[in-house]
């Protein structure tokens, strides 16, 4: 018998990030904080090693916006809500 996956629906938008500057900062993240080299950050996020290099120099620079899933759901252009589904704000979702 295989074990169950434990995340929940809608864990996707986290371990698979397909926004660009979701995607970078998920980059840098996996670079500083599980010690990760650039070429291997650069591989699980679809970067070159060359990229990674450029992505940390300009992060270190402060010359990166970075983005916040709170400050997205605080602005209230989408929201996940519990049951994995995405609903507007207002709808009956998240803060709705």
Same mark, same amino acid.
Request: aromatic letters at 0%.
């Given at each position: 018998m295989a074990a169950e996956s434990p995340q929940r629906p809608g864990a996707e938008a986290f371990t698979?990030?397909?926004?660009?500057?979701q995607r970078r900062d998920e980059a840098i993240r996996a670079y500083y904080v599980e010690g990760l080299t650039y070429q291997q950050a650069g591989d699980r996020y679809g970067y070159t090693r060359w990229a990674m290099i450029d992505l940390v120099r300009q992060y270190k620079a402060g010359k990166l916006t970075r983005i916040s899933m709170q400050g997205v759901r605080r602005k209230g252009l989408v929201e996940l809500?519990? @049951? /994995?589904? *995405?609903?507007?704000?207002? @709808? /009956?979702? *998240?803060?709705?």
């Open positions: 698979a990030p397909d926004q660009i500057n809500v519990a @049951d /994995g589904s *995405v609903a507007e704000p207002g @709808d /009956g979702g *998240v803060g709705g």
